[in-house]
């Protein structure tokens, strides 16, 4: 689409680069405080209104969870430092396997004190981590973000959340660090696992249910990390991101600006990156100008741990502790994590000696008091002791976690091994007499789980300690689906290393079944322990150690084989989806939590339908990174290089076990004005025999652009199910400003044009195309416009799970 208005490069050269910070008034972000709340501040004094701006990690140096936590870890006495008052208490289940019971006491007693010993008598606000479920030691742990992504299903995701939020509130916890909204641009950062999609509009809709979920158990939710800390530069973790201002707004922002709009979150933490050489925590450009000038945001900034001594430490744009609190206060943070390095004494001198107007911290505290005053901590007055025994992994948090994970395995390929019972979905058949499971991860609890995970995120320092909950592997998920049959398990090797002395028995193992399962991938760890995670990003994204060799030295025995990957990330396996030497199905899912191993089992045999789709394309290889399929013309293969970055399997890729048919792609109009909606609707059809659930997703393509167009966009998607022979009319209702670029003025906008759209298996994939004209001027968008493509499943009434 072409604007009708023009501007010259000399104009948007200077629109485009002008990235300068500008000084801002304290009435920007102003927080809308009650008369209690502004009563209480007039009360404070310098000290106790710094203490609510601070976290105290009562067991900060019992492991490594952060980045720099040895060198960064506060010292001092915990009585004498929250003598004052305190913010935030940090991780007080997160960070070493305490009986959480115990805890929940020690925490209640620990806040009847807060009220009763210090002066003002304001509770501490408790924090943890609950990516992939609380983190604490025996409580539930689900699938990790990127299985939410591979879903499609953000529905069962906000329920999710919702049973997370609710084992939160048993244990006094009142504020959850999830969800994380980075755009994933790069397969090589360690942290993609702890990420949605490469897709936007999917990480949007799907981090604003958790949001919805969390928040509806009285939890607030905690985004993450605002902005750009998916685009460091080679997928190294902290590493610049040299990225422009359209980029961000077009890419970046929108998951962000929907769980705020739409979901109505109430925390946000900074990212660690640097955007074109000025760290994010240090300007107030995202975290005042965006967030609350634009969006209007009125929560709590808090800042990611150690982010705001980082200023000083990793980025020097400040030259000690003092300057590096005054640049963050500025900014935008309200709250510093995990300790009081910076916001504490360094503040305090700067305050006092006239170099940070106090009315910056004011701002910050009334933001802090207001959240306190709408979590209730205010009128709390802890009289009721905690329960004796608390739930955290309950018949309903399993059934939760089983669905998810069912919904989020992916079939890459199959050649007609699979499903291993040949059954319909839920009956009897015939399946394999013996088994072998080979690979590290096919007899291994901690390959289903996330870096994020308490498991592998805690317990991992604590080998003697047990698990706390039950984790049936692959291989025993495989006993419980065919029990008749023998499961022979031999790892072959190690997920790291080059230790080649058990493949020949993998080998032997297998020669002597029917059927070869071969579980690679991941173990997920921080900061060197693991293949994945925090601080684990590669330069390679080949399978770590000889699991390559394991796979092929497998399948040369002619042995039907199905690799499995339980990974962290998307990794470079062109070589087994096919060619010569490729298994004979191949099935990726994204550590899919405590029931996964289950669930994995359940779509091998079939008595679970698979119906996840990638949420991230599967790279070529890492010279090919960053890759995403929202990419321009040139952003692909072409004449003009001799470097190929097409995936192996594109974005949306994902096989049933029965067949499909989309058609009859229709549009309510031919054309449409700039700023309206759009109806399109296309028919889908279960041509097979046994039943399943299709993820209908529509494209489009802009033809002509202002700045250059991805050639492809998911505008819209729904899983929809079907029984064997019946079709269903799946109706999008779709706003233009799905469509919104940042123009050469770099104001967001919808513009005039040729539309294409097409509805099909993936990305790459047109099995139904249609076209629609957006007439007008240029549209301008505003926040009051609509984000979401609504969705319709027409006759036959079927379950429904829609992305809007």
Request: with cysteine.
């Amino acid at each position: 689409m072409t604007a009708t208005d023009t501007v010259t490069d000399q104009e948007a050269r200077a629109d485009m680069t002008d990235t300068t910070p500008r000084p801002q008034a304290l009435t920007i972000g102003e927080p809308r405080a009650s008369d209690r709340v502004a009563s209480l501040l007039a009360e404070m004094t310098l000290d106790e209104k710094l203490a609510q701006l601070v976290g105290w990690w009562v067991d900060q140096g019992a492991e490594n969870v952060a980045p720099m936590q040895g060198e960064m870890a506060t010292s001092g006495d915990y009585v004498d430092a929250t003598r004052h008052g305190l913010g935030h208490l940090t991780r007080v289940y997160g960070t070493r396997p305490v009986d959480p019971v115990e805890r929940a006491s020690w925490l209640w007693r620990e806040q009847r004190r807060l009220r009763s010993e210090t002066r003002l008598g304001i509770p501490a606000l408790v924090h943890e981590e609950c990516l992939t479920g609380l983190a604490a030691w025996q409580a539930a742990t689900f699938p990790t973000p990127l299985a939410w992504g591979a879903s499609f299903d953000p529905e069962l995701v906000e329920r999710m959340a919702r049973l997370i939020g609710g084992s939160m509130r048993d244990l006094g916890v009142h504020q959850g660090l999830a969800p994380v909204l980075d755009v994933i641009r790069d397969p090589r950062w360690g942290r993609v696992d702890e990420c949605i999609a490469e897709d936007p509009y999917v990480v949007g809709t799907i981090g604003t249910a958790y949001v919805k979920g969390l928040q509806a158990a009285g939890v607030h939710a905690t985004l993450k990390h605002f902005v750009g800390y998916s685009t460091s530069a080679a997928g190294r973790n902290h590493a610049p991101a040299q990225v422009g201002p359209r980029f961000v707004e077009d890419v970046l922002l929108p998951p962000f600006e929907m769980a705020v709009l739409d979901g109505g979150v109430r925390s946000v933490m900074n990212s660690y990156a640097e955007i074109d050489g000025v760290p994010v925590a240090g300007t107030p450009s995202y975290l005042t100008e965006v967030l609350r000038r634009r969006w209007g945001f009125d929560g709590v900034v808090v800042s990611d741990y150690f982010s705001v001594a980082f200023l000083q430490v990793m980025h020097a744009v400040a030259a000690d502790r003092g300057e590096a609190a005054a640049l963050a206060l500025e900014a935008g943070i309200d709250v510093e994590l995990p300790t009081g390095d910076a916001y504490l004494e360094p503040l305090a001198e700067r305050v006092r000696s006239g170099q940070v107007d106090e009315a910056l911290v004011d701002r910050a505290v009334l933001r802090v008091l207001a959240e306190k005053e709408e979590l209730g901590l205010l009128d709390e007055t802890f009289e009721t002791p905690p329960p004796a025994s608390i739930e955290l992994d309950s018949a309903e948090h399993r059934a939760v976690a089983r669905q998810l994970a069912d919904e989020s395995v992916v079939v890459l390929t199959n050649d007609g091994v699979l499903p291993l019972v040949r059954g319909a979905a839920g009956a009897l058949g015939a399946g394999p007499d013996s088994i072998a499971v080979v690979g590290p991860n096919g007899d291994s609890a901690e390959a289903l789980m996330g870096c994020y995970s308490f498991v592998n995120h805690v317990l991992a320092h604590h080998p003697g300690v047990p698990l706390g909950l039950e984790l049936p592997t692959v291989a025993d998920g495989l006993r419980a689906e065919l029990p008749a049959a023998e499961v022979v398990v031999e790892a072959g090797c190690d997920v790291e290393g080059d230790d080649r002395s058990r493949l020949a028995a993998a080998v032997a193992a297998v020669r002597g079944a029917e059927v070869a399962v071969v579980v690679v991938g991941d173990r997920a760890g921080l900061f060197g322990r693991g293949t994945v995670g925090e601080g684990n990003d590669v330069e390679s994204l080949e399978l770590p150690g000889v699991q390559r060799e394991l796979v092929e030295a497998v399948v040369a025995t002619g042995t039907p084989t199905v690799m499995v990957v339980l990974s962290g990330r998307p990794y470079a396996i062109g070589w087994a989806v096919s060619g010569a030497g490729a298994p004979a199905a191949v099935v990726q899912a994204f550590f899919p939590g405590e029931e996964g191993g289950s669930a994995v089992a359940g779509v091998l045999t079939g008595s679970v339908e698979p119906s996840g789709h990638l949420p991230v394309s599967l790279p070529r290889s890492a010279g090919a990174q960053p890759f995403s399929y929202l990419h321009p013309v040139l952003g692909g293969p072409s004449e003009v290089t001799s470097a190929d970055s097409t995936p192996v399997l594109p974005f949306g890729h994902g096989l049933s076990y029965t067949s499909w048919r989309r058609s009859d792609l229709v549009v309510d109009a031919g054309e449409v004005p700039a700023g309206g909606s759009f109806v399109a609707s296309v028919t889908v059809a279960n041509t097979g025999d046994r039943p399943g659930t299709d993820l209908v997703q529509l494209y489009a393509h802009d033809v002509v652009g202002s700045v250059t167009r991805p050639v492809a966009q998911l505008l819209g998607y729904a899983r929809v199910a079907l029984e064997p022979g019946q079709e269903a009319r799946v109706v999008f209702r779709v706003p233009t400003t799905r469509l919104a670029l940042t123009d050469r003025h770099h104001r967001r906008v919808v513009e005039p044009g040729d539309v294409e759209l097409w509805v099909g298996g993936s990305c790459a994939e047109r099995e139904a195309e249609a076209a629609v004209r957006i007439t007008g001027e240029a549209y301008p968008v505003t926040i009051a416009d609509e984000r979401l493509v609504g969705v319709e499943i027409e006759m036959p009434v079927l379950e429904s799970r829609a992305g809007g």
